[in-house]
């Protein structure tokens, strides 16, 4: 997988890429073009020039130079089409050349910048300036010098003579020739000198497009305040302080905090219950980003973060479910378990997050769904996260509860604006098997109909009066 | 003053021929010879395709444009490449147009070229400002009339108004014509304020009350206005069309009771017919403009493709005397 197709699947990541300021399409490719990487060696080397990246933006000297690569990197456009055809046989037109002499211009300039930063591997490309540039005037414009052959400058000179004098086009219509088939020549020469370069001229397009996606990222790194992932092939995910960036954005606007928390997943599903609206899927959304984000090379929105490499990370969060090809929300959710148990089954390394799985048919099956599911990861020993809300579970599991509505948190009523106030959205341990009961709670808060809640709450307590005469009678 | 004089005060100037083949290329070709001497100072591009060896619809034989040694034009890809003259590539902008990138070149001998440019009024506005940048004093727009252009040339400071007997071969009716659309190219600007407010909105009818505010009367174009039934005027008597203005919303407004304030994008969006317009200024009604351009000039072209040829000086005392700008044949003047 490249990170082109991640950003398809997962909004939040596509929402952190959107954030990166990359200067040139160049560095936009590079990114695009990122493989998800499992290897610890590869990510590590990534992380760390990120990590110098940042530093020197830390002081006022180097952060000068880290502007000026910008406003360089700026100026440089994409001409991977043009330095294809240096490879080929064909002749390159004034427009060519003149893309060529302003993009080497600019790695010249940007390798003389960064030459203090071991990382950037750009290549001489002085000589190719030189070939372009037979004037030495260091210009970026281009067109087919006088300099090239001494044949030139005495056809032009006889021309711009000539029509001083008066002369018309008709009359000087031959010497236009002959200088158009010198300025061919001199083309044709040209494009045969630049084929040895293409190589260096590739070599130097990855280099701009890395420099200019590692400055992003650590750009980004900065604002953001996120850190550096420790990786290892093997272990438990820890996570502090872990934060959503797109829903700390939302929640920032409207002039709230987001309440970052502490997670540990280890081989073994860990399941999650807490009440409606206490943040299960943005905790579910918030894992899935971590671990794209660390495997494609960023920093991570978390206070510390040790991140087990996986191979894959298999979702289904219920809003990203593709309902169109006409199966019913179960059929397609069931579907994806397939898929899951298939990738486990052939001894993938992944990642498992499942959002209120089997939430759409009846709790009792349900229930059960979510046990077989659940008994199948961890005898597994799969890194998984299961949320839900039914009571119950009983399969081999590791239970965490969302703390939820707390009481007194905040003062006064609590309504649908500062709920935000009153839930603390931390996990803890929990062997209980009945799960929060705060869905009616919540809907009055939410200002839903009087009559509708009332209904709804005669037949819970007639259902509760059910189970107590239950109890009585056993 | 010389002609040229006064146009290098302006940062850009369009010509614009009011018909095909009213020597607007003639015209350009004229000023490009004035400025030879100050070549650096100068730019220049085209809005659309222009530039052909032959016109496209009489497929009469168009005179090429000549850019002197030293100036700086900007054309399409395509044309670049099909250019006669030696000229240095400055800039490749990332601007697209149907025949490729716009390159920015200087000719560094004189020669031809076929000029294309920008396709929308956005792309216009930006590259007179980039090219003020590189040090332009003023760029020459070889501008075009046409409802399918995209690419206003009202976005120029300053404009020159290429008429001639292509227009018309009877000469009051070519005078009379000619005075239309220099009154319109001469309509007032609205204040600076609501300018800016209604550069934004791209359709619609707007009205604008007393207090400056736009309210979208929810018309989606002026040739819809009778079957709606509502009252245009409820906000009161100041309208902003951001589309085209036709005869039709000339004569709806010239029956109202109150005297209205029309405001248009530039006065390329007006497509009514002379009478139209006239009969609802004389009713008190006032058109005004986001955008103006200054007239400079008229000038004419007494040769019609047809092979008509009208008496040049006869002509040019006809429209002097319905014109308040200067009016010149640039086939026989030598120096204005």
Redesign the interface.
């Known amino acids: 997988m490249i990170l082109r197709d991640a950003l398809q699947r997962v909004k939040g990541f596509r929402y952190v890429v959107e954030q990166l300021e990359l200067c040139s399409p160049v560095g936009r490719r590079c990114l695009y073009d990122s493989p998800w990487m499992d290897s610890k060696g590869a990510l590590e080397m990534e992380f760390e020039r990120i990590r110098q990246v940042c530093a020197l933006g830390e002081q006022p000297a180097s952060a000068a130079v880290l502007e000026g690569v910008e406003v360089k990197l700026m100026q440089v456009?994409d001409i991977r089409g043009t330095v294809k055809r240096t490879a080929t046989a064909s002749v390159l037109?004034?427009?060519e050349l003149?893309?060529l002499k302003h993009f080497a211009l600019l790695v010249e300039d940007i390798r003389e910048m960064v030459r203090m930063w071991p990382w950037v591997e750009l290549p001489d490309l002085k000589e190719l300036v030189g070939v372009l540039d037979p004037e030495g005037n260091r210009l970026p414009?281009?067109?087919?010098y006088d300099a090239y052959d001494p044949e030139l400058a005495e056809i032009?000179s006889m021309?711009?003579q000539r029509?001083q004098q008066g002369d018309s086009?008709e009359e000087l219509a031959g010497l236009?020739e002959q200088?158009m088939a010198v300025e061919n020549r001199v083309r044709e020469d040209l494009s045969v000198r630049l084929r040895a370069w293409h190589a260096r001229l590739q070599q130097a397009l990855e280099g701009i497009g890395m420099v200019d996606m590692i400055l992003a990222k650590a750009k980004l790194t900065r604002q953001w305040q996120l850190v550096c992932p420790t990786v290892q092939e093997e272990g438990d995910l820890v996570l502090e302080g872990l934060f959503h960036p797109q829903v700390q954005a939302v929640l920032n606007r409207e002039g709230k905090v987001f309440q970052a928390v502490d997670i540990c997943l280890s081989r073994e599903a860990a399941v999650i219950t807490g009440a409606n609206m206490a943040g299960k899927t943005v905790l579910l959304k918030s894992v899935q980003l971590v671990q794209y984000l660390t495997q494609f090379g960023f920093y991570v929105p978390a206070r510390k973060a040790v991140v087990p490499l996986v191979e894959r990370v298999l979702t289904s969060i219920g809003d990203e479910q593709d309902e169109l090809n006409g199966l019913s929300s179960f059929a397609a959710e069931m579907l994806v378990m397939n898929d899951i148990v298939d990738a486990i089954s052939q001894h993938q390394r992944v990642l498992v997050l499942i959002d209120e799985l089997a939430r759409t048919t009846n709790p009792q099956e349900g229930r059960a769904i979510v046990n077989g599911m659940v008994d199948f990861l961890s005898s597994h020993r799969v890194m998984a996260m299961v949320t839900t809300h039914y009571g119950g579970i009983t399969a081999a599991c590791r239970k965490w509860r969302v703390r939820g509505v707390v009481e007194n948190r905040f003062k006064g009523e609590m309504t649908l604006n500062n709920i935000n106030e009153f839930m603390d959205y931390s996990l803890e341990a929990d062997d209980r098997e009945d799960v929060p009961h705060e869905a009616i709670r919540i809907a009055w808060m939410l200002g839903i109909d009087r009559e509708l809640l009332e209904r709804v709450e005669n037949y819970l307590q007639e259902e509760e009066g059910n189970s107590c005469l239950k109890k009585t009678v056993q | 003053m010389r002609l040229i004089e006064r146009i290098s005060d302006f940062r850009s100037l369009s010509i614009v021929g009011l018909e095909k083949n009213t020597g607007k290329t003639e015209c350009l070709n004229y000023i490009l010879r004035q400025a030879r001497d100050s070549a650096d100072r100068w730019a220049l591009t085209s809005v659309g395709i222009d530039g052909e060896n032959r016109d496209q619809v009489c497929q009469t034989p168009k005179p090429e444009i000549t850019v002197p040694e030293g100036m700086v034009f900007v054309t399409s890809e395509k044309h670049y490449r099909e250019k006669r003259v030696v000229s240095e590539i400055l800039e490749i902008s990332s601007e697209r147009t149907a025949l490729g990138r716009l390159v920015v070149a200087r000719a560094v001998t004189e020669g031809k070229v076929l000029l294309s440019g920008p396709s929308d009024t956005t792309a216009l506005k930006r590259l007179l400002g980039r090219l003020q940048e590189m040090g332009i004093r003023t760029t020459l727009v070889d501008g075009a009339l046409s409802r399918l252009s995209l690419a206003s040339p009202a976005v120029t400071e300053a404009m020159i108004l290429a008429t001639g007997a292509a227009v018309s071969g009877n000469v009051p009716e070519l005078v009379r014509r000619t005075r239309y659309v220099c009154d319109l190219i001469e309509l007032e600007e609205v204040e600076h304020a609501l300018q800016a407010k209604l550069d934004t909105i791209d359709r619609g009818v707007w009205a604008i009350d007393e207090k400056g505010e736009c309210m979208d009367l929810q018309l989606p174009s002026v040739f819809m206005l009778d079957k709606q039934g509502v009252d245009l005027l409820r906000y009161g008597p100041r309208l902003f069309v951001a589309g085209a203005v036709s005869d039709r919303l000339f004569q709806f407004l010239q029956v109202q009771k109150e005297k209205v304030e029309l405001i248009v994008r530039d006065f390329t969006r007006v497509f009514a017919q002379p009478a139209s317009y006239y009969a609802f200024v004389r009713k008190g009604g006032r058109v005004r403009v986001l955008h103006r351009s200054r007239l400079l000039a008229v000038t004419i072209n007494p040769l019609a493709p047809s092979g008509l040829l009208l008496d040049s000086g006869y002509l040019q005392e006809a429209m002097e005397k319905s014109l308040s700008v200067p009016v010149l044949d640039v086939r026989r003047e030598k120096d204005i």
């Open positions: 456009r037109d004034d427009l003149f893309e414009h281009f067109y087919v032009r021309i711009r029509s086009e236009y200088e």
